[in-house]
């Protein structure tokens, strides 16, 4: 019945794919404004109960990490796409005068989203904007860990759209399965690397083309140069945003011994500073999603204690709450779960280092990370950093903010991700670069054509060697 059901919304969406892709700009503009007419209005307090019944996640935290970013995604959207939507000329080469040439975005058509737990909202309808930019229609499946939010998600889209041009679905994992059986067009899928593998393999049945927005351990460097109470108030911020469940957030530090004691020092001035003394007790900080996460992470503190390790902050549990202190550990082993896998919690490690090459070799002895941060002064070690490591983004002196620029390309590379989002990025993802070459008048080209001569060999060889 649920594959039934979904071959349903799956071919009504096929045959309704050319009527949407050939919507003016003026329609898919209407669109975007319902949506964000939704998200912003009819809809925004129903979205921040959801998200804080799924994650006790602060208003104000979902307003800047979840309505937000699709505000502004909407907006730049709508700025840019009639330039987008437009023909794009390109040159001719003389050798083939009486021509013109240009390519068009057309959409990709029938496209699959499957989003992940962490931002649910963002991270759906984050490349909902770019699909309907393009002019697909697609299939949403939110994550089933996020019930409230999902519900809210279905709710809007119910209400905007119909289910031959945008639908959502939800359910476990047998309905991704499912959903992974059909000839799309294009999946875009966020979430883990290993689950991203089975994507793909499933998208290649079909030679389906995919977006994987992945993960990894995004590391973050900090030499004897740079602005520790900056840094401190900066990585404060980018990890425990979220409670920790950001796929840029900094994963652990690597940090110039002579400066580490300083740095801890100003790291939990700034985190008292922010949760107080009993991050429990604050409205500033969210929980673990759910009992299998905390435990994950609870497990891998509990690793760190049998290694030895050091917990500089934090560590503190609270099982009936899916509550993780703001944590700090140092002195790890290499062979502890913290340093192995992707932590996506609370939890900051901290290695040292003597020489800037110690700490680029062990970033580049692990996979590409989907993030890569540096905060320094001194801009020839920067651009060495740069230089001598791949990530699919980096920060100098900040960091996770690189997510909000609509103007920059949002991905990993290889391991961290295939493909970009956001703006142009993610309008170029759901659509095919059609090339259009039109002839105008007889091309010189035919003056080529068969039967073939000494006089027209001689002509080849002076293209050859002029054009």
Known sequence: MMTNRFQHIFDAQKANQFTVGNTTYKTRIAKLNALKHAIEVDFKQDIRDAIYADFKKPFLETDLTEIYPILGEIKHVKSELKSWMGRQKVSTPMSLIGASSWFTYEPKGVCLIIAPWNFPLNLTFGPLVSAIAAGNTAILKPSELTPHT????????????????????????????????????????????????????????????VTLELGGKSPTIIDETANLKDAATRIAWGKFVNNGQTCIAPDYVLIHERVKDEFLKAFKTVVNSYYG???????????????????????????????????????????????????????????????????????????????????????????????????????????????????????????????????????????????????????????????????????????????????????????????
């Not at 399965?177 to 998208?203: D, W």
């Open 150 to 209: 999902s519900k809210v998600m279905g709710d809007i889209i119910a209400k905007l759209f119909p289910e031959n041009e945008i639908a959502l679905v939800q359910g476990e994992v047998e309905v991704s399965t499912a959903l992974l059986e059909l000839p799309f067009n294009h999946i875009f899928f966020t979430g883990s690397p290993q689950v991203g593998k089975v994507v793909m393999k499933a998208a290649s049945k079909h030679l389906t083309s």
């Open 277 to 467: 003394t009993d991050a429990s007790q604050s409205k500033s900080y969210s929980r673990i999603v759910n009992d299998r996460h905390f435990k994950r992470l609870q497990d891998h503190i509990e690793n760190a204690k049998e290694h030895h390790a050091t917990i500089e902050l934090g560590g503190q549990v609270q099982v009936s709450e899916n509550f993780i202190e703001p944590t700090v550990i140092s002195n790890l082993p290499e062979d502890t779960s913290l340093l192995e896998d992707e932590i996506f919690g609370p939890i900051l490690p901290i290695k040292t280092y003597t020489h800037i090459q110690e700490a680029i070799d062990y970033i580049n002895a692990k996979e590409k990370p989907l993030a890569l941060y540096m905060y320094s002064k001194n801009k020839k070690q920067t651009q060495f950093v740069l230089n001598n490591t791949r990530a699919g983004s980096t920060c100098i002196n900040t960091n996770v903010l690189q997510y909000s620029n609509h103007n920059l390309p949002f991905g990993g590379s290889n391991n961290s991700g295939i493909g970009k989002a956001h703006g142009i990025f993610g309008f170029q993802e759901f659509s095919n670069m059609r090339s259009v070459l039109k002839q105008h008048t007889r091309g010189a080209i035919e003056l080529l054509f068969p039967p073939y001569t000494d006089f027209k060999q001689k002509l080849v060889d002076l293209t050859l060697k002029w054009f």
